[in-house]
């Protein structure tokens, strides 16, 4: 299986924040799902690979050869070229306020040689975006919708989203989802995809990507990494400190406890009467989350963005 994007000892260094030698791939084939919390370096990693910001050390492959997006790497015609492999979502924000949906459509279509005007059509008619509209009266999730139109309508071979589905209701998540679904199965295809509502994952990543302040945790077959936790439901009388230690996100209650693992084989062995669930992606983050810096606040945050979601 071949890797469309390759990232290696990606280093990009602010003030207070540190992108500290990220590695990964993103195989053919697969939805790459790139999760962590706010300010984690998800976006500064996207930009780099986009050729938005220059890092400061590392490698970056698109396509099986080096990364000729950043300034004096290559030539305008390498870049266009390259460019046109690639659909970009990078949020609701990144259109001029003043122009009709048409107009800006017509402002970006030139770009790309393999525009697909039929093709953007029949996604504005799914999403509901009328040409005539300015982008300044429109919805965060409509100018959503609009970028994601955009991105799917030039023939790419890979697309890299940040946070695609935020400002998106239940519904037309489904519609997007479908739509990834329908864009990989023509092949040779790629995705990654940066989101915080991992549920999506759930339904259609292939491979998860963890990125917590700056640094790559883990990356892994979602398959794989679902099979490897689980969900523990216990009596808290059976609890004791050196059990504890094979738990995480531990929660005690008059009624029992509730827990995630990545050892269940043992945890089964400690607690035989516990009742044993799947865990989701959700559970996973928030668990990755616990012991690192500053980990209460993450956890705190991701799990009022989850709480939220399940309401």
Same mark, same amino acid.
């Given at each position: 299986? #071949?890797?469309?994007?390759?990232?290696?000892?990606? *280093?990009?260094?602010?003030?207070?924040?540190?992108?500290?030698?990220?590695?990964?791939?993103?195989? &053919?084939?697969?939805?790459?799902?790139?999760?962590? !919390? +706010?300010?984690?370096?998800?976006?500064?990693?996207?930009?780099?690979?986009?050729?938005?910001?220059?890092?400061?050390?590392? &490698?970056?492959?698109?396509?099986? #050869?080096?990364?000729?997006?950043?300034?004096?790497?290559?030539?305008?015609?390498? =870049?266009?070229?390259?460019?046109?492999?690639?659909?970009?979502?990078?949020?609701?924000?990144?259109?001029? %306020? +003043?122009?009709?949906?048409?107009?800006?459509?017509? !402002?970006?279509?030139?770009?790309?040689?393999?525009w697909q005007e039929d093709e953007f059509r029949k996604l504005s008619k799914r999403f509901g975006l009328e040409p005539s509209r300015k982008i300044k009266t429109l919805s965060s999730g409509t100018k959503m919708k609009l970028a994601l139109a955009l991105a799917l309508s030039h023939n790419a071979e890979l697309l890299i989203m940040d946070e695609p589905t935020g400002g998106l209701d239940p519904l037309v998540r489904d519609t997007f989802l479908t739509l990834l679904r329908e864009f990989m199965e023509k092949g040779g295809r790629g995705v990654l995809f940066s989101t915080h509502i991992t549920s999506d994952l759930d339904?259609?990543?292939? +491979?998860?990507?963890?990125?917590?302040?700056?640094?790559?945790?883990? %990356? &892994?077959?979602?398959?794989?990494?679902?099979?490897?936790? =689980?969900?523990? #439901?216990?009596?808290?009388?059976?609890?004791?400190?050196? #059990?504890? *230690?094979?738990?995480?996100?531990? =929660?005690?209650?008059?009624?029992?406890? *509730?827990?995630? *693992?990545?050892?269940? %084989?043992?945890?089964?062995?400690?607690?035989?009467?516990?009742?044993?669930?799947? !865990?989701?992606?959700?559970?996973?983050?928030?668990?990755?989350? &616990?012991?690192?810096?500053?980990?209460?606040?993450? =956890?705190?945050?991701?799990?009022? %963005?989850?709480?939220?979601?399940?309401?």
């Amino acid at each position: 299986m #071949k890797n469309i994007i390759e990232v290696n000892n990606l *280093t990009k260094k602010y003030p207070g924040f540190t992108l500290s030698q990220a590695s990964f791939t993103v195989p &053919e084939g697969c939805i790459t799902g790139f999760v962590g !919390a +706010n300010g984690a370096g998800k976006t500064t990693t996207l930009r780099a690979i986009l050729g938005l910001l220059q890092p400061d050390s590392g &490698e970056i492959r698109l396509f099986g #050869k080096p990364c000729p997006l950043h300034p004096g790497t290559a030539s305008d015609f390498q =870049r266009n070229l390259l460019a046109d492999r690639i659909g970009v979502v990078l949020g609701a924000g990144a259109f001029y %306020e +003043n122009l009709t949906i048409r107009q800006m459509k017509q !402002a970006i279509a030139p770009a790309y040689s393999s525009w697909q005007e039929d093709e953007f059509r029949k996604l504005s008619k799914r999403f509901g975006l009328e040409p005539s509209r300015k982008i300044k009266t429109l919805s965060s999730g409509t100018k959503m919708k609009l970028a994601l139109a955009l991105a799917l309508s030039h023939n790419a071979e890979l697309l890299i989203m940040d946070e695609p589905t935020g400002g998106l209701d239940p519904l037309v998540r489904d519609t997007f989802l479908t739509l990834l679904r329908e864009f990989m199965e023509k092949g040779g295809r790629g995705v990654l995809f940066s989101t915080h509502i991992t549920s999506d994952l759930d339904k259609c990543a292939d +491979n998860i990507i963890f990125i917590d302040h700056g640094k790559i945790l883990l %990356e &892994e077959d979602k398959d794989a990494l679902l099979d490897s936790w =689980r969900l523990v #439901k216990g009596d808290r009388a059976s609890l004791t400190p050196e #059990k504890e *230690t094979f738990l995480r996100c531990l =929660r005690i209650t008059d009624f029992g406890f *509730t827990a995630v *693992t990545d050892q269940p %084989e043992k945890a089964r062995q400690l607690f035989p009467e516990a009742l044993f669930d799947r !865990a989701c992606v959700d559970d996973i983050t928030i668990a990755l989350c &616990e012991g690192r810096p500053d980990s209460l606040e993450n =956890r705190c945050v991701l799990s009022q %963005e989850i709480t939220e979601r399940r309401l």
